[in-house]
T-cell receptor
Framework: KQEVTQIPAALSVPEGENLVLNCSFT??????LQWFRQDPGKGLTSLLL?????REQTSGRLNASLDKSSGRSTLYIAASQPGDSATYLC????????????FGKGTLLTVNP | DTGVSQDPRHKITKRGQNVTFRCDPI?????LYWYRQTLGQGPEFLTY????????KSRLLSDRFSAERPKGSFSTLEIQRTEQGDSAMYLC????????????FGEGSRLTVL
């Protein structure tokens, strides 16, 4: 059974700092990995999608890497802003054709002005 | 493309009542997923449809839960005889037929059972 772990559970940083969120998964037979952002009481917004054959994806100040063999992914946020404050969720897609995602519990990020 | 739409956004009910949530996926997305998220946890898979066929159900989906997608467009998730443990955010997601596996989620329906 796939298990996804996110470290740290919570992170508080001053504005402008670069930061890294970590995600690990137990079964390397994944189809893809997706990072989401969730604001309090809201749904999930997709940030980055990495296919199993890819090593990284970038979007603006965000960069996500994937090391499938070691079961790890990182989300790098450059020059953090207070508007980045949210919960960040990592999810891995299984190897079958169902595209079902297994989620971690998330990292709660607070960026202080 | 108006995104995945869920209704209602918040439902408060008394224990033992039935509730129904609706999800309208992105147009022409033929796969639709339901997830449940409790406080402080990541979303957990409940079930998914390809067109009108329900292809997989999680063991989390007890016999009090039923999901339908009768015409392969919108879907409903009904919970009968609600319990306090059913309090959660119910999230719907959709995905097109041929794709990268990227799921697009709605804003969720929050259920509070008193």
């Amino acid at each position: 059974k796939q298990e996804v772990t996110q470290i740290p559970a919570a992170l508080s940083v001053p504005e402008g700092e670069n930061l890294v969120l970590n995600c690990s998964f137990t079964d390397s037979a994944i189809y893809n990995l997706q990072w989401f952002r969730q604001d309090p009481g809201k749904g999930l917004t997709s940030l980055l999608l990495i296919q199993s054959s890819q090593r990284e994806q970038t979007s603006g100040r965000l960069n996500a890497s994937l090391d499938k063999s070691s079961g790890r992914s990182t989300l790098y946020i450059a020059a953090s802003q207070p508007g980045d404050s949210a919960t960040y969720l990592c999810a891995v897609g299984g190897g079958g054709s169902n595209y079902k995602l297994t989620f971690g519990k998330g990292t709660l990020l607070t960026v202080n002005p | 493309d108006t995104g995945v739409s869920q209704d209602p956004r918040h439902k408060i009910t008394k224990r033992g009542q039935n509730v129904t949530f609706r999800c309208d996926p992105i147009s022409e997305h033929n796969r639709l997923y339901w997830y449940r998220q409790t406080l402080g946890q990541g979303p957990e898979f409940l079930t998914y449809f390809q067109n009108e066929a329900q292809l997989e159900k999680s063991r989390l989906l007890s016999d009090r839960f039923s999901a339908e997608r009768p015409k392969g467009s919108f879907s409903t998730l009904e919970i009968q005889r609600t319990e306090q443990g059913d309090s959660a955010m119910y999230l719907c997601a959709s995905i097109p037929g041929s794709n990268t596996g990227e799921l697009f989620f709605g804003e969720g329906s929050r259920l509070t059972v008193l």
